[in-house]
């Protein structure tokens, strides 16, 4: 058995620690986050009676784990993927990997250093429409243009996370579109231009951007555009409006997840609601999350490197961080490379 700690007690944590539960080799074991009496509701309602800790580093140094699952805001992911590798834990992290490139290459020196596991969960890869588009992606020949974007309603700064003013729409919502994009094409960015526009959630009290727009340069020639933004209006018929596109020079593939081949009409709403990620049917949990996180489980298990690699993870942080280096002066600015490459 996996012994899992889940570090973060809230959204993302009840929903991994509902997916280990279900598999068969995994059991989470002990859980903890900034405040004890959330670590101890999440405790309460999971399977395995985990233990709970009062911060992730005790639950790190407590010998009860074998691995972690870091659910925290994303600016606190690289502090502990550092002390979790050095205490020869395997980590599932949320993404991003990190927001910021130091912490991204510390973390990924620790990981190589202490030869753990390590897998940002980048859950997309595992949407069957995108593993399809990536099988497919030979037919339209050379990648020439792509764009992305993944807007989400004013409910997710204003009421889903308490944490929005410490990261951007970008972070939170291009990094799946990145980590898909540079997938799909096999090609990693070399320079990037962004902008930000302010406004709408500044005036509500978060200094968030309402949106933001990346212009990619990748190696081999391609380019590409990622919108992300958050202000779309409660009443939209779905939480987030996902759309991705790659031409080649030989075709084009389109995916299009507003709608997941199911619309409710009430007295109240009309919706689109999500079932391609997260759902559970007949009483267990299933979807691309669910893929994700038990892939996780068993490369922990087995020794065998998750798809979605360290240095897959940490470039999308450095493009992320050259995006928003970007918005701050107004020029192109090239993405950092990877120190680790030359020493592979």
Same mark, same amino acid.
């Given at each position: 058995m996996l012994r899992v700690g889940i570090i973060g007690a809230g959204i993302m944590a009840a929903g991994h620690a509902e997916v280990l539960? /279900? *598999? &068969?080799?995994?059991?989470? /074991?002990?859980? /903890?986050?900034?405040t004890r009496r959330s670590a101890e509701r999440l405790a309460a309602s999971t399977a395995g009676n985990p233990a709970v800790f009062d911060d992730a580093a005790a639950l790190i140094a407590s010998g009860e784990v074998d691995a972690v699952s870091i659910t925290t805001p994303d600016p606190l992911h690289a502090e502990m993927m550092v002390a979790a590798a050095k205490a020869g834990l395997h980590i599932l992290v949320e993404k &991003? %990997? #990190? #927001?910021d490139v130091s912490g991204a290459d510390a973390a990924a020196a620790a990981i190589r250093d202490n030869d753990v596991r390590a897998m940002c969960l980048f859950n997309h890869r595992w949407v069957p429409a995108y593993a399809q588009a990536k099988q497919r992606m030979a037919e339209i020949g050379e990648p020439v243009v792509g764009y992305a974007r993944k807007d989400d309603t004013i409910h997710? &700064? =204003?009421e889903m996370i308490s944490w929005a003013a410490s =990261? =951007?729409?970008?972070w939170f919502l291009s990094s799946h579109d990145i980590d898909l994009m540079t997938w799909l094409m096999d090609?990693? +960015? =070399?320079?990037? %231009?962004? #902008?930000?526009r302010f406004g709408r959630l500044r005036r509500s009290g978060i200094d968030t951007p309402d949106a933001v727009q990346i212009q990619a340069q990748f190696s081999?020639?391609?380019v590409a555009t990622f919108e992300s933004a958050w202000i779309y209006p409660n009443t939209f018929p779905t939480v987030v409006d996902s759309y991705v596109t790659v031409a080649g020079e030989d075709g084009v593939i389109q995916l299009d997840r507003q709608k997941e081949g199911i619309t409710i009409a009430t007295e109240q709403a009309y919706a689109y609601p999500r079932n391609m990620l997260q759902r559970v049917m007949h009483g267990q949990p299933a979807g691309a999350y669910r893929d994700a +996180? *038990?892939?996780f489980v068993e490369c922990a298990l087995t020794g065998a490197q998750p798809l979605v690699s360290v240095a897959s993870s940490r470039h999308v942080t450095a493009v992320l961080a050259a995006a928003h280096e970007s918005i701050a002066c107004g020029e192109p600015v090239d993405v950092a490379p990877d120190p680790l490459e030359a020493t592979r």
């Open positions: 539960a /279900a *598999h &068969p080799e995994a059991v989470v /074991a002990a859980v /903890a986050s900034r &991003p %990997f #990190t #927001t997710v &700064p =204003t =990261t =951007t729409c970008a090609d990693q +960015i =070399t320079r990037v %231009f962004a #902008t930000a081999r020639g391609a +996180i *038990h892939h």
